[in-house]
């Protein structure tokens, strides 16, 4: 078992690196080929990986030889991946990259599941744990095939996946809201547990709450709205032609990520007992973002020739929004 043992040792440190590893700039690179390449490594990997799982799926165990061989044959597999991934340069695109590394990163995730499970079992049958992870590897493989073929494509799957973050948390605040005072109606229980919980007032809104409310789901709703506006302007102007249009798209990719933890942040301080000081706070972070993303939206070549007309519209609506939670927790938080 002595190979197994080097074999996990081996694929935890191509796993350490890949998550720290730089690219190598290559003038010779030609995406066709990466892609072909690519394909190919993750088809080796889960040949492998299902190689070593049945050769460990019942007696009797291979042996030293027969290990040996195995080991190296998932390793190698393991390190076309690693290899081919520090071989696409960054001007291909550094939102491109990081989903490259994170599928790199599952598949070697899974082997070093599948081999941390062989080395653990009795050897007596197939467990339902190595089952598992050699399932768990094939999966992790079979996703190379929905990657992001260009930074255009991964900047438009990251904003698409922020976007329905968005709409679940408008969807559960609205809810609440539409609930009455007491947005946790639906969760609490009329039962005897619950009677001194269902008594306590800060488990409602109160007057003052809930007209804070409205600007904060306006803010949240630019958001949402936002987001929709910049997908539509990606997939009609984005372009990946240039080092500059591919730099400026990963501009948007970092901008906007922030938008989903911010709205998430915002959302959660609006429930009772409502601390005004801390919605006020998380509101005007999420102004903050949103007009960092419009600003790089305003200055990237997705706005085509002139400004786009919602760029300036939710730039407004913004201003608004913030405006109306600023007057509402004046008083509250003693400015003046």
């Not at 400004?307 to 929004?321: E, R, T, Y």
Request: glycine letters at 6%; aromatic letters at 6%.
């Amino acid at each position: 078992m002595e190979p197994l043992q080097s074999l996990l040792e081996s694929l935890r440190a191509v796993l350490g690196k890949l998550r720290d590893g730089e690219s190598k700039e290559n003038s010779d690179f030609v995406t066709q080929d990466f892609w072909d390449s690519l394909g190919n490594a993750f088809k080796a990997t889960s040949q492998e990986a299902t190689k070593i799982s049945l050769a460990f799926s019942k007696p009797p165990v291979p042996s030293e030889v027969g290990c040996q061989q195995l080991s190296e044959g998932l390793l190698n597999a393991v390190l076309a991946i690693a290899t081919l991934y520090y071989s696409l340069p960054k001007v291909q695109g550094i939102t491109l990259r990081k989903a490259v590394r994170e599928a790199a990163a599952d598949v070697i995730n899974g082997t070093v599941q599948l081999v941390d499970v062989i080395l653990n079992s009795r050897m007596q049958s197939l467990s339902q744990a190595q089952l598992a992870s050699t399932g768990s590897v094939w999966e992790a493989c079979d996703q190379w095939e929905q990657l992001p073929k260009d930074n255009l494509s991964a900047v438009l799957a990251l904003a698409s996946g922020y976007l329905d973050v968005v709409k679940d948390a408008i969807d559960e605040v609205e809810q609440a809201a539409a609930s009455g005072d007491d947005p946790y109606n639906d969760v609490l229980d009329d039962d005897e547990d619950d009677a001194e919980g269902r008594g306590n007032q800060d488990t409602y809104w109160s007057e003052v709450d809930r007209r804070l409310l409205a600007p904060c789901l306006g803010l949240m709703k630019a958001s949402k709205a936002c987001l929709k506006k910049l997908l539509g302007a990606l997939k009609a102007h984005g372009k990946v032609d240039t080092s500059e249009h591919v730099a400026q798209l990963d501009d948007l990719a970092d901008a906007t990520q922030e938008i989903s933890p911010s709205v998430d942040e915002l959302a959660l301080s609006l429930y009772p007992p409502m601390n005004h000081a801390a919605v006020r706070l998380n509101a005007a972070k999420l102004s903050s973002v949103l007009k960092k993303v419009l600003e790089i939206t305003r200055a990237s070549h997705i706005s085509a020739e002139e400004v786009p007309s919602w760029v300036q519209f939710l730039d407004g609506a913004v201003d608004h929004n913030m405006e109306k939670i600023k007057n509402l927790t004046q008083n509250v938080l003693g400015l003046y």
